[in-house]
């Protein structure tokens, strides 16, 4: 495989069963084969991942976190630890056919050099002998969306010009189509390619529908990057938003008029609600199977889904208000490991008058302050857990550190020790999401300098950026890994203030 068409596969995940099949049907597939692939575990609690032993020996396979925050910042998580010229999307739900990599790889080769992405083409299976259900014909939808993730390969050169999805988009809605649109913008183009998976419909209970009117929120999102001509573009259709919210108005009026003593205009707006509902009902039931359990989910959701679309909107055209800042946001906050970072390490130490600033320590936060930016430390301290060190030690010597090198905005420290389950030890993104939580900031708007692989480990699960200023603890392959490297602190902060002073050890390497 060429480096102009070497590729890898990203799969965000939240645990679910179908991606044992998903991955079966990689490590099944024959001919050309990835270079890596990425899973991302989304969910927010620490649980282990099953992943049968046979499909690790047969997949270059390696499993990442990204601390629950939506597919949007999973898929960021994965790709960042790639370095491959393109990156295949799937989802955790699909299904990828005998021919799918072969197929795949011809698209990628023949893609032209300002192709920025290759969508593939998803069938969904609907049952046979039956109608579809409002559930299933909805995911059948899929088989017709323009630039949807759950089979699309980007050329990384794309994504590293638009700084990969934007994380502000927290379901699984509108984040591939918000992609899109900012690759398109960015002077690249759009293909479909022949290679496609299979996507079935997978089980939902009777609330799924009314769970899903969340996306109006992302709708309201989309105006306020794209412009009110970004569904055309995205070849995404209004729906019945102006119906939901007609029959929402006649709902208020109902109660309204009820409450002031008009029954009669009430009971005209009530029976303009009613007639409203109905129709919105019967339009979901004709199609489908019209059986009791489906009539009775139609007609229960039927009435919750246009108040839950309204709220859904209106709640968002309050947050963005005065618009929504263009993806990726400036940098506002940086963030540093304590020990070998900025202090000399002492091994578990536990006495502030043991604490001895780096060379150039104490110029690097000053230069951070001076820039207006927050800082913060995330300090793993397992000595705590291994109770060679008490909570009171470690904060002597936080303190003392701030003594020497001024006070910082946020001080994080993760008490876990490496054999116990933690999604706040580094390389985990707990403390970084914290810090960056207490700092009133998004993750993607921190960086995180520290000396060794997990610190930069923590910083990509958690969408913030990662240098690593090595020291000579830290081992050749994590100086090999690390997108970023610094030669010290000074480095550090001219890459991330001015832009100079460091290689990015992925910029520009595509398949290398």
Known sequence: MSGESAWSVVVPTVGRPSLDVLLRSLAAQEGPRPELVVVVDDRREHAPLEVAEEVRA???????????????????????????????????DV?????????????????????GAVQGRIEVPLPAGRRPTD???????????????????????????????DERFPRAFREDADLALRVLDAGWELVRGEHGAVHPVRPADDLASLRQQRGNADDVLMDALHGPGWRERAQAPLGRLPQHAATTAAALAAAGLLAARRPRAAALAGAVWLALTGEFAWRRIAPGPRDGAEVRRMLLTSAAIPPAAVWHRLRAQWRW?????????????????????????VPYNGDPELVEPVDGAAEAVLRVRAAGLATGVV??????????????????????????????????????????????????????????????????????????????????????????????????????????????????????LDGTGARAAGAGEGGA
């Open 321 to 345: 208000r005065r618009g929504a800042p263009a993806w990726p946001p400036p940098l506002r906050a940086v963030l540093f490991d304590r020990d070998g970072t900025l202090v000399h390490d």
């Open 379 to 496: 300090t793993n301290q397992s000595g705590v857990a291994r109770g060679l060190l008490t909570r009171e030690d470690v904060d002597r010597v936080n303190a003392r550190v701030g003594d020497l090198l001024g006070p910082f905005d946020t001080v994080q420290v993760c008490e876990d020790g490496p054999d116990e389950p933690s999604t706040h030890r580094k390389p985990q993104p707990g403390m970084v999401l914290d810090a960056a939580r207490a700092l009133g900031v998004l993750p993607a708007e921190c960086a995180l300098v520290g000396d060794i692989g997990a610190d930069v480990e923590a910083a990509l699960s958690a969408g913030a950026r990662g240098v690593l200023v090595p020291t000579p603890v830290t081992r050749e392959e994590e100086v090999r890994d690390a997108p970023e490297v610094a030669a010290d602190l000074a480095g550090a902060l001219a890459l991330l």
């Open 95 to 115: 299904l990828l056919p005998a021919g799918w990599a072969r197929a795949l790889q011809d698209d990628l080769v023949a893609a032209a050099p300002g192709t």
């Open 58 to 92: 047969a997949l270059p396979l390696r499993v990442v976190r990204s601390g629950g925050r939506g597919p949007a910042a999973a898929r960021n998580a994965g790709w960042r630890r790639t370095r491959t010229a393109w990156v295949a999307f799937v989802d955790d």
């Open 135 to 165: 559930w299933e014909r909805g995911t059948a939808g899929l088989a017709g969306a323009a630039w949807i993730t759950a089979d699309m390969a980007y050329r990384r050169a794309a994504l590293e010009a638009v700084g990969g999805f």
